[in-house]
């Protein structure tokens, strides 16, 4: 298991994503205790989102199985990609309405997947809250969205994207990519 | 395998008519005929159709995928299951939806299908699908719209029914698995008229299925059927033996001008399908039929109704196929326009 990455220029150390999600499962009960939030219904976006969740899921022994959004079918940018159609299907209880949820993905930047997947759950139902939470926050938001639970803040170049691989082990990769 | 002289003879196809279907970067634009396809393209069709059956299955079931863009359904025949599954499919995907009925438009007026299309395109159509009783009039079509438009072919004379023969595939392939090398494929009854029966052999070719068998009477058998790679059998105790799938067809009596059969009687004792006969096909043998089907004429009712007969299945995953493969090719003509569009 890599301890760590540096990114060159900036010498911001990013911590591993293991270690990241042990925080996020010491940071979440306190948050849903002050809430009030009980019995809540946690939800993973395809596909680093999903590793992330599976392992908060089993630390925070949450009764409700683990549910996954998969928002191919709601992204913003189909006119210009088109659809992929290898991505599994989402899977969510029955019953959103009502339901306090934990959306869980790994990079939050532009903010657009999880407008996409708010879209989603809210053609599944009203849920009376949900909670975003993040392994790794960076800059790019392009829309009004922030996470509840941050992993770790990072400020990357523009160039730079930051990806999870996985799931076994989970690890982040940092590409350069041609910026248009 | 493939016939080029039967190409050649119709002039409403031309030489490369599989070949508009794709972009230049190989990704489906029009979905006209299954021939050609590789079996990638076939399996990202039906990967696609897999996940949208999700969609299907849902309380609210619709995506904002297709919002915004217009389909216009030209039906020149008679459908009630594609017509409608078209426009389920379109209005799940958010897609506003025109049905043009032929028999009430100006086309009874005299109007050509070109000018039909020409004025359909005028008010922002951004697909056609389109039935019509002339082999080729859905290649005619995507030859002659604006290029940012997409055709699918929902049945055209006795050429090609590629949608109905990917919903086909979708059904055996979550009822028999991903590989189709070891299976046995039994299709029954009016081969002749029947362009569900064209597209599902070229479909099952290309997913490289183990043997193809059809069954009928040789006054129901187009004359180079072996050349597609099947094996006729003219008994169907012998071709539908130790079969994995039972595909029986409409027997289509409004396409039969002349003496093609003896009687419905007869044909019935001879290939209609029954519980008896059904027995020689493997004990987990699905059976399948494209619709409408007439009950007592290829299929007796108990097995059209039995535990083995996925014919209902066959209409849910109509939807999700069409749905796969409107997303599918909207999703790259957009590509192609970019934003400016």
Redesign the interface.
């Known amino acids: 298991m890599k301890p760590g990455y540096t990114i060159k220029n900036k010498m911001t150390k990013i911590t591993s994503p293991d270690i990241l999600i042990q925080q996020l499962s010491d940071k979440l009960p306190p948050f849903l205790a002050n809430k009030q939030i009980t019995n809540p219904v946690m939800v993973g976006i395809h596909t680093g989102g999903v590793w992330v969740a599976e392992q908060l899921h089993r630390n925070l022994k949450i009764e409700e199985p683990l549910a996954t959004l998969?928002i191919?079918?709601?992204r913003d940018d189909?006119?210009?990609?088109?659809?992929h159609?290898?991505?599994t299907?989402?899977t969510l209880p029955?019953e959103i309405e009502d339901r306090h949820i934990i959306l869980v993905d790994d990079v939050l930047q532009t903010g657009r997947t999880i407008r996409a997947a708010m879209?989603?759950l809210f053609?599944?139902?009203r849920p009376a809250s949900i909670t975003l939470v993040c392994l790794v926050e960076r800059d790019g938001h392009e829309l009004p969205i922030r996470a509840d639970i941050v992993g770790q803040q990072l400020d990357l170049q523009n160039k730079e994207q930051i990806k999870l691989t996985g799931p076994e082990p989970l690890a982040f990769e940092i590409k350069q990519v041609d910026v248009l | 395998m493939v016939n080029k002289n039967a190409r050649a003879t119709n002039p409403l196809l031309g030489q490369d008519h599989w070949n508009i279907q794709l972009d230049e970067n190989g990704r489906l634009k029009h979905f006209l005929t299954v021939e050609g396809l590789g079996s990638e393209i076939l399996t990202e069709i039906l990967d696609t159709a897999e996940n949208f059956t999700s969609v299907n299955n849902r309380v609210v079931k619709k995506v904002p995928l297709l919002r915004g863009k217009t389909i216009t359904n030209l039906f020149f025949e008679a459908s009630t299951r594609t017509r409608t599954t078209f426009e389920l499919a379109a209005k799940r995907l958010s897609a506003d939806v025109l049905n043009i009925n032929i028999s009430t438009s100006a086309t009874s007026k005299g109007e050509s299908l070109l000018d039909t299309l020409y004025n359909l395109q005028a008010m922002q159509t951004d697909m056609f699908v389109i039935r019509h009783q002339d082999s080729g009039a859905a290649h005619f079509a995507a030859r002659h719209v604006a290029p940012y438009i997409s055709v699918l072919n929902a049945g055209d004379g006795r050429h090609a029914h590629p949608t109905q023969a990917m919903l086909d595939m979708l059904t055996i392939r979550q009822n028999k698995g991903h590989d189709f090398s070891g299976l046995r494929v039994a299709i029954v009854g009016d081969i002749l008229h029947s362009r569900v029966a064209r597209s599902q052999i070229h479909a099952l070719n290309t997913l490289n299925t183990g043997v193809i068998n059809v069954v009928a009477p040789r006054t129901l058998l187009p004359a180079d059927i072996e050349k597609l790679g099947v094996k006729v059998h003219y008994n169907l105790q012998q071709g539908i033996q130790d079969a994995d799938v039972v595909i029986m067809l409409r027997l289509q009596k409004e396409r039969m001008q002349g003496a093609m059969l003896p009687s419905e009687l007869e044909y019935y004792q001879q290939y209609g399908l029954t519980s008896d006969t059904l027995k020689l096909a493997k004990p987990d043998a699905i059976v399948m039929h494209p619709g409408p089907i007439n009950r007592g004429v290829e299929i007796e009712s108990s097995v059209a109704d039995g535990s083995q007969s996925v014919i209902l299945d066959q209409v849910s995953n109509g939807i999700a196929v069409r749905m796969a493969v409107m997303s599918m090719t909207l999703g790259t003509s957009a590509q192609q326009t970019g934003e400016e569009k």
């Open positions: 998969n191919s079918f709601y189909f006119s210009r990609i088109g659809v159609p290898q991505v299907p989402s029955s879209n989603e053609d599944y139902g």
